[in-house]
């Protein structure tokens, strides 16, 4: 394997920027782009996966090229994944990239899938292509471009970000649960974005119970709507609530326990509401619950719920990113809501603690992003 140049860099870094065009769009499938670059460094062909379903980021470059009268022959090309060796929607890309008559293939990330797993690589070495992988903050970035797609790939569970907007002295709602409207206009509408780029978004029945959401994402120009997913031990969830109603513009799946009220069940099933009957409760829960959201093909889930809920994720160790919209107030009182319920740590030494945290303005309110765990 041979080291990276600059030049290598420049147009990996290209890849990933490309790779942008297809969030929101792509899932379950990875964010990939791919640059191909004559022998001097010259770009003769860009592409991303736009939409599921659609070419694939080689692909699409290989088109490019051709698009505008070049040759890929003796070319390299610079993916953000390694190129897929197996037929599913579309045919596998290490194929088409032999059969372009590509030479080289710098490669931003591993694909940890059962069906690919180097698969692709070695298949374009045994024809002769020189494969090369990236290091370095390529690498990292390359893999961190795909983290729900690897996590659901290593665990077959969605990868979790926590939302929560708060007050400078942590709490989310007063003593009597209001909390409309803590956060500003500007955060709102970074959550609306989440919610469009995420696969699922999830609450507790006790936050339907409280505002009644929707849990669209709207005015921020949602290519696809996420699917709700409720919380909700003994399938109460009101038929008349706005979730059920709105079946038309999205999925909406209510998690159980086990022992729920069977003729609920029936009712909510028969309204159009996917159910899904988990083991455990409380904390015990959450893993066998995301494990069948996973199979589903969710791949990430914006956990939006109360502090019960949240409480969970985090004792379930469930909990990959936070987004803690934090601000300018005050609300006071010990029986004001917290951001987390649940049992907690004992000992300062075992806080969960972040391996990166990005801070950023959001209108009025600080926006705080926190990386927990990477895959």
Known sequence: MAALNET????????LALAQGGRGAVSPNPLVG??????????????????????????????DVRRRGGDPVGATIYVTLEPCAHHAKQPPCA???????LCRVVIGADDPSGHADGTGPARLRERGIVVDFADGAEAHDSRLLVQPFRKRA??????????????????????????????????????????????????GIGTVDADDPTLTARQVGAIRQPARVVFDATARLPLHSKLVRSLDQAPLIVVCERDADPARVRNLEAAGVAVILAP???PDQIVPALGELGGRGISSLLLEGGATLAGAFVDAGEVDEAAFFIAPLVLGGARSRPVLGGVGVGEITAALRPLAIDWQPSGEDMLALARFREW
């Open 95 to 101: 194929d088409a990239v032999a059969e372009a008559g």
């Open 34 to 63: 791919a640059v191909i670059a004559a022998a001097e460094g010259t770009v003769i062909g860009e592409g991303f996966h736009a939409a599921y379903g659609e070419r694939h980021a080689e692909v699409a470059a290989i088109d």
């Open 154 to 203: 290593r665990t077959g569970r969605p990868l979790v970000r926590l939302k929560s907007a708060l007050s400078l002295d942590g709490r989310t709602a007063t003593a009597s649960g209001d909390s409309r409207w803590i956060s500003g206009e500007a955060s709102r509408a970074v959550v609306h974005a989440m919610r469009a780029e995420l696969d699922a978004v999830a609450v």
């Open 280 to 282: 455990g409760s409380g």
């Open 8 to 15: 290598d860099r420049r147009l990996l870094r290209r890849a």
